[in-house]
């Protein structure tokens, strides 16, 4: 699954970690949404600031259409 089109966490439920506040990339309304993170299973599409997240994911991902065969990925250090 391409980056742009993955949860922020595979998981939600794994154990007694803090709850704390992320941004993903939302593709459906092609924007980053800040959701409750778990710290469980983590994908490349999580960021800790909205600035991260607009920086990194909206360039790429705003331009893919709403089609599962494009593949996009984008890289985070």
Same mark, same amino acid.
């Given at each position: ?9 595979? $998981? ?9 506040? $992320? ?10 949404? *800040?959701?409750? #993170? ?6 490349? /599409? /999580? ?6 997240? *607009?920086?990194?994911?909206r360039?790429?991902?705003i $331009? ?5 065969? #494009?593949? #996009? ?5």
């Amino acid at each position: 699954m391409p980056n742009c089109m993955q949860p922020m966490e595979m $998981k939600t439920v794994c154990g007694d970690i803090p709850l704390i506040y $992320k941004w993903h990339w939302d593709h459906e309304t092609k924007s980053c949404e *800040r959701l409750p #993170y778990f710290g469980c299973e983590p994908t490349r /599409n /999580n960021f800790y600031s909205l600035n991260d997240c *607009r920086n990194i994911a909206r360039p790429v991902c705003i $331009k893919l259409p709403n089609d599962d065969r #494009y593949k #996009y990925s984008y890289d985070i250090e």
